[in-house]
């Protein structure tokens, strides 16, 4: 059944959009079975659960960390990781920074807006993004490559559809202004499986899917 959703999955995507598999407490045997459906990128949102699946896997998977950053946990995943969706603030930027260093390795992040309704959502809000001042020559070891984002909880598709075109407008707000020349800067990642289709038509490149490939989760085996 997994190989079905994920064919099934990939032949509604647009040119141009990738699909992010989320696999987050789903044992090692289901990530496989995708994989050998020939998925190669996924996503995991917690550190520890993407440190110990990284080392069961196959060395050709793509890891996207999805999950909410915490400066104290990069140490697991910053030696391999792909790429980093939630970068929430500046500070964090910086965290990512140093922690890569470390380690010697460029890491691709992307910026995490807020637009949503929650404000248990992260992300940068639209005047703090306005306002940063974005240098990519301050990040020698992290390139940025885009911006995330979530749509408001909510079964109003009109509220969802304009929370993602919101986001797209701090895309390209970006892309024109202080990213305008890195051609890396080309991301947009948003949309789930509940509201993937919307996020597609809205500009999505990235669009993270776990229970339509994989199921429903058991949240008792969070780690």
């Known amino acids: 059944m997994i190989a079905e959703n994920i064919a099934s999955i990939k032949a509604s995507l ?38 110990d699946k990284h080392a069961q896997l196959p060395d050709d998977i793509e ?7 915490q400066s104290k ?39 995490q807006v807020h637009v949503a309704q929650e404000e248990t959502k992260f992300g940068f809000l639209p005047e703090e993004l306005s306002a940063a001042r974005f240098d990519p020559s301050a990040y020698p070891h992290v390139r940025i490559c885009g911006v995330m984002g979530m749509a408001s909880h909510t079964d109003d598709q009109v509220r969802v559809r304009e929370d993602f075109a919101r986001i797209r407008e701090f895309y390209h707000l970006l892309k024109e202004g202080p990213f ?19 996020a597609m038509e809205e500009g999505s490149t990235l ?17």
């Open 14 to 51: 647009p040119e141009g959009t990738r699909l992010v598999a989320v696999s987050k407490l789903k044992p090692v045997e289901d990530i496989m079975e995708a994989y050998n459906a020939g998925q190669r990128l996924f996503g995991e949102n917690y550190a520890t659960e993407l440190r």
């Open 63 to 69: 890891w996207h960390f999805i999950g909410h950053l």
């Open 73 to 111: 946990q990069l140490k697991y995943y910053i030696g391999f990781v792909s790429m980093i969706h939630g970068v929430d603030s500046v500070e964090h930027l910086e965290d990512v920074e140093h922690a890569a260093a470390k380690v010697n390795r460029v890491v691709n992040v992307l910026l």
């Open 180 to 198: 305008a020349d890195c051609p890396e800067f080309c991301e947009i990642s948003m949309g789930m499986s509940h509201d993937y289709r919307i």
């Open 207 to 223: 669009v993270r899917i776990g229970t339509s490939i994989f199921g429903p989760r058991d949240y008792s085996k969070k780690q």
